[in-house]
């Protein structure tokens, strides 16, 4: 029985705007995790959505938070409301409001910001409509936390991706036999990352689990056993797996034999290839991309992958000519408009294909609900990124990313077997992550919705809220859909825009961001998942090529983001609130 039913309609309001949030969590922050394995071709879109799609809602329900703060990082007092709990209603859904609709603005320019600074932002905002800027908690533990966090996280996780990347590129990939150094390398990679995921999961990303409470030996014993069995792993199924397709070149073998284990070591001779018949063991890495070891010319003409294109090619879709000749009015207008076209990209293909039929038979209809179910998904991403001959996509993508060649001719390019290696290691790396940031970072949307719904329900002010299960679904399935819709947006605005990227950048990238989290955890200093990736980025860049490797115009770009994020949440939160106190005749509130 709800104690305050006469703000329902603030309830309502908090529902819609939580979900707004959650979504852009999903189609900014968890998108800019994730554009490093697409951009590297380690995951294909549609992987990359599977995998986040199970992870992010599978770490908010199974480990998300049961108890989060009433108000975010407590940077206002709850106390300050005990007397009138119907005003710190109103605030947290203003907070939303504000938050939700800076991180819709954001996600839609391409611009990756903090989630979690953003609904900071928009608390400390009703905090100066309701309170005053002293009742702000400006100290260490709450405001300057976020402005420390602009140095340190991209800071230390640049030094680390560094590290990861200089060992990776001096006892591996520069070495004189780099797949046979790899895979004696491998486990150890392997080893190394499922005790650091296993860490940033103890102590950061499985609030709901009570890890914290755990003595020195529980925690070391399963970090060590998490170790040892991926290492098993590795041996038993994935070793023998990979010497058979990269050091035999077995054109036989399929992707769900792995399972087959040591059965492989036993299996015969790798028999001939039929005359006339092509099979690519393992896809170049580095196709449509100028490096500072590839002739540019050689580099376009890289054939085109499956399901992929290159805007000077020409493919022939069902339907396509009926779109590029509706202003022709013979076969030479239509011929010379064919040519005079640019390609069209996959997702004008689905296009196309789903309108081949009217709406109204079923076929059609089927085939326009597939085509919007799958918009988010039928992306080439690397390529609408732009790069050798492709114009890139994207809000300000002709200032932003403009001649990738450029930044991408200072970067070496490796032997593609050996980055093969390193596109398992990402793949993990990215899933484990994902789970944390689903149980770490949905309660940036579901903490102040589960604040409104605790005062509707008790009329009380508590320092803490508890979080229903059916709160932290809905939250996760909000990320989850966001990313699904949207977050293609912001995967092609970063990426190769940055630097160039390939299995094993990627995976040094998001190993270093990993380290940090964890120890960055540990020593309670301030840190943002967002920053510490766009951090390891750079420093591996730095590694990788020079500094004329990094598109630095890019970095302004997202810096900024960082920078104006509190200040712009802040004030379409502390406004909106501003005008509905100072309007009581609307009877929003006692």
């Known amino acids: 029985m709800a104690a305050l039913p006469q703000y329902d309609y603030i309830l309502a309001f908090g529902v819609l705007f939580a979900f707004l949030d959650a979504w852009n969590i999903g189609a900014n922050d968890v998108a800019n995790s994730f554009a490093t394995s697409v951009s590297s071709r380690s995951l294909t879109m549609l992987q990359a959505m599977c995998i986040a799609t199970v992870c992010e809602f599978g770490g908010a329900v199974l480990a998300g938070s049961r108890v989060s703060g009433t108000i975010k990082n407590d940077v206002i007092p709850a106390e300050a409301f005990t007397d009138q709990p119907s005003m710190l209603m109103l605030a947290m859904c203003c907070a939303l409001v504000g938050s939700s609709l800076w991180l819709t603005l954001a996600t839609k320019i391409g611009l990756p910001v903090s989630t979690t600074h953003s609904i900071v932002g928009g608390i400390i ?32 996780a640049g030094i680390f991706g560094a590290i990861v990347f200089l060992i990776t590129k001096y006892g591996v990939l520069e070495r004189k036999r780099p797949l046979h150094n790899g895979l004696m390398m491998i486990p150890l990679y392997f080893g190394v990352t499922a005790g650091v995921l296993t860490m940033s999961i103890v102590w950061k990303g499985a609030a709901s689990l009570d ?44 992707s769900w034999e792995v399972i087959k284990g040591p059965l492989l070591w036993r299996r015969g001779a790798v028999p001939p290839m039929p005359e006339g018949q092509q099979k690519q063991i393992i896809q170049d890495y580095y196709r449509g991309h100028v490096t500072s070891n590839t002739n540019p010319v050689v580099a376009n003409q890289i054939a085109v992958q499956p399901g992929e294109r ?66 988010g998904v039928n992306r080439d991403v690397v390529a609408e990124q732009g790069g050798a001959g492709i114009k890139p996509k994207g809000f300000a993508a002709s ?49 102040p919705f589960a604040a409104i719904y605790q005062i509707w329900r008790t009329n009380e002010t508590l320092d803490d809220s508890e979080v229903p299960i059916w709160i932290l679904a809905f939250g996760g399935a909000a990320i989850s859909i966001g990313l699904w819709t949207y977050g293609y947006n912001m995967m092609r605005n970063l990426g190769n825009r940055l630097t160039l990227h390939s299995p094993s950048r990627g995976f040094s990238m998001e190993l270093g961001a990993a380290l940090t989290v964890v120890i960055a955890t540990r020593l309670a200093l301030p840190i943002s998942t967002t920053q510490c990736i766009t951090g390891a980025t750079v420093g591996v860049a730095l590694c990788s090529g020079t500094w004329r490797a990094v598109n630095w115009r890019m970095i302004a770009w997202i810096y900024m983001g960082w920078i104006i994020t509190l200040p712009v949440a802040g004030t379409i939160s502390g406004c909106l609130l501003g005008i509905i106190i100072n309007a009581p005749r609307w009877g929003v509130v006692d």
């Open 125 to 156: 905002g009703v905090g100066f409509a309701s309170l005053s800027p002293g009742q702000v908690d400006w100290s260490w533990g709450g405001v300057s936390q976020v402005f420390a966090a602009w140095v340190i996280a991209p800071g230390i």
């Open 211 to 254: 890890l914290d409470d755990w003595g020195v030996a529980p925690t070391v014993g399963t970090i060590f056993g998490v170790v040892g069995g991926v290492i098993l792993l590795y041996a038993v199924f994935l070793l023998p797996y990979l010497y058979r397709r990269l050091v035999l070149e077995d054109w036989t073998l399929k």
């Open 310 to 375: 290159r805007s000077s090619a020409k493919i022939d879709v069902p339907g396509s000519e009926k779109l590029r000749s509706a202003d022709s009015s013979d076969n030479s207008d239509i011929e010379a408009s064919e040519q005079s076209l640019p390609a069209l990209t996959i997702e004008e293909q689905a296009k196309l294909v789903a309108r081949e039929n009217p709406w109204t038979t079923p076929a059609g209809f089927f085939a326009r609900a597939k085509y919007y179910f799958f918009r």
């Open 399 to 447: 200032f932003l990313a403009k001649d990738l060649t450029k930044y991408h001719q200072h970067v070496p390019a490796y032997d593609n077997k050996t980055e093969h290696l390193y596109s398992f290691l990402q793949v993990m790396t990215a899933a484990v992550a994902s789970f944390g940031h689903g149980a770490n970072d949905v309660s940036n949307a579901m903490g």
